[in-house]
């Protein structure tokens, strides 16, 4: 291929992944292959001469989308050169002192106080133009509400969620596919939601990075006192160590070490010169600042042999590909398996038992494939499940293809249903772990959902598990005592039938007037006049009660439990007889879930495609040519942003 066209096809890629990530909250490509084509990119760029005018290397970030008020930045936000190379840090270090710190993978927010108080929050968009987020911006935990300086005062710094909350909040998601895939993404929607108690809900923390614009305050021309005047000020400030060319190294092996306890997210490292005027006279380029540069970890490839894929069944029926290689030794640890995720990624890498591959960690954290260097392709997908051994069928979901069970009464399934089971939103019994649980399993105390309600048998045993006694138990009793009384509607969502959310459950109930038998015999023709219950979700919902195995399930249960009236609210069902479909990425609601339940508790139905019954499609790239917006286009149907759709609701 020739240079040009090679580097138009690399700035379209890149570009693409850039718009993902930055304006969508997802990614289409590792941090490794962006970080590949960039310098590919830039290579070209060098070689020819010539950039051309949509170049990533010449552009920073892009419009912002959502309806947030937009603002224009006082001076331009500028992404940073990087380095995998600690010598090339060294190098661009010289004979001055640094301040070598985390490069945290969140959200950057500029933040400005007036009078001690915070006045105004705004998210870097695109670099000079951002959005304003001070009403979330005053729930992020750990920011000061007054300061003592009076003046105003302009700092930069990184919105992040610890993975420790990340993974309490995606444990919270019962649909596997609505969680997020890291941080960061979750960040990014958080911090720009238009209900800042949302944002309040999740934690978000601060740190200072940089300090834009402060008067009457004499720092000595030194960066780090700038670093101590905010923490004194009581800013969260990023962790840091200053260094010079010599002590560098040790340095950056020191953070590297700290990486796997590490609770914050980060992505590498940053390197600012101390010496303030020093970093002002070396001015910037078009993209970038040269008084700090990036460092990024390079990633340590493994060669290795694979032995075989190994397919791991979940609860929702999804069976993932996991790659088993010969041990290799990544960031000081054994590694021996890397998730393939699903059967689009697994084919496009065309493994074969006994391959030569490379692994890596990302982030030096997370085990992945690099590259397959044999490329043989002769890895068989099951057809059948490899905990039941019932039939597999492949399924394409948003252009990506999966495994998945078909057997609804799969083993591999049993552990999350007991989850599920006693969930908050559920039966709601506190002390049962999935670790517990599993434990019960395993003991034998647990084979059918209404064993919760006949332990007491396995009581001496139970109390002498590791991490229970006389107390534990007794509180685990107490909570199933209490799950005892429940409403229909959260017995019906705990049942796990498939496709019946919370929202869903609720709807039923409150059609069928909380009359269990006559939802037990429910026709597809009855459940689909019910407005948010689509043909699908009737079929699958009559299936389950047509079930022999589901019948006895609920018959013995109903030993167990009673039902009390639930309190309904009628609201106002003002999307009756609306049909919509939801495509995209949303940023003002937690996942589309979210905003299907909504719809269906104001009367609307949410169906999977655009058809002439769709009254509206709700799209936040409104102009885009996707398959929907344009049969959504050939029919007539309105493409609402989710702005507008907000503006419905009143």
Known sequence: MEPLERMKELVELLNQAARAYYQEDREIMSNREYDALYDELTALEQETGITLANSPTIHVGYEVLSELVKEQHSSPMLSLDKTKDV??????????????????????????????????A?????????????????????????????????????????????????????????????????????????????????????????????????????????????????FDVVEYEMVT??????????????????????????????????????????????????????????????RYIEWSPSRTGLINPVAVFDPVELEGTSVSRASMHNISILESFQMGEGDEISVFKANMIIPQVAENHTRSGTIQIPEHCPACGAPTEIRQINDVRALYCTNEFCSAKKLKLFSHF?????????????????????????????????LEPYRMQIVVMDGFGEKSYDNLQKSIAVSRTTTLSRFLYGLGIMNIGVATAKLICKHFKNDLNAIQNATVEELVEIEGIGQVIAESFVAYFQNEENMHRIQELLKEIQFEQEE?????????????????????????????????????????????????????????NSSKNKKAKELGVPIISEEEFIKMLG
């Not at 559920?426 to 209404?450: P, V, W």
Request: proline residues 2%; negative net charge.
């Open 87 to 120: 010598d090339a840090l060294a190098a661009w270090l010289g004979n001055q002192r640094g301040i070598l710190s985390w490069k945290m993978d969140g959200l950057t927010v500029v933040l400005t106080y007036r009078n001690g108080k915070l006045a105004k």
């Open 122 to 234: 705004v998210t870097r968009g695109n670099g000079e133009i951002g959005e304003v987020i001070t009403n979330n911006a005053r729930t992020f935990c750990n920011i000061p509400g007054r300061i003592p300086y009076q003046g105003e005062l302009v700092i930069r710094g990184e919105a992040v969620i610890k993975y420790s909350d990340f993974e309490k909040i995606n444990a919270s998601i019962e649909d596997v596919d609505a969680r997020y895939k890291n941080p960061r993404n979750l960040c990014s929607g958080t911090v720009r939601q238009l209900n800042n108690r949302i944002t309040a809900e999740r934690n978000v923390h601060f740190f200072a990075f940089n300090l834009v614009e402060v008067a009457d305050v004499d720092f000595h021309n030194s960066m780090e006192e700038r670093f101590q005047w905010l923490s004194q000020l009581g």
């Open 422 to 454: 006693v969930s908050r939103n559920a039966m709601n019994i506190d002390g049962l772990s999935e670790a517990t649980i599993e434990k019960f399993i395993d003991e034998g105390f647990l084979e059918d959902l209404y064993d919760l309600y006949r």
């Open 245 to 306: 060319q010599d002590t560098i190294r040790e340095a950056v092996r020191g953070f590297a070490n700290r990486i796997q306890e590490n609770d914050f997210p980060s992505d590498g490292l940053v390197l600012l010169y101390d010496d303030i005027a020093y970093g002002k006279s070396l001015g910037t380029t078009a993209k970038f600042p040269r008084d700090s540069i990036a460092f990024k970890w390079a990633d340590e490839l493994a060669d290795t042999h694979l």
């Open 568 to 624: 309904t609210d009628e609201g106002e069902q003002i999307f009756r007889n609306v049909n919509f479909v939801i495509t995209g990425s949303v940023n003002h609601f937690a996942n589309r879930d979210e905003v299907k339940a909504l719809i269906e508790a104001k009367g609307g139905k949410v169906t999977g495609s655009v058809t002439s019954k769709t009254n509206y499609l709700i799209n936040n790239d409104v102009t885009s």
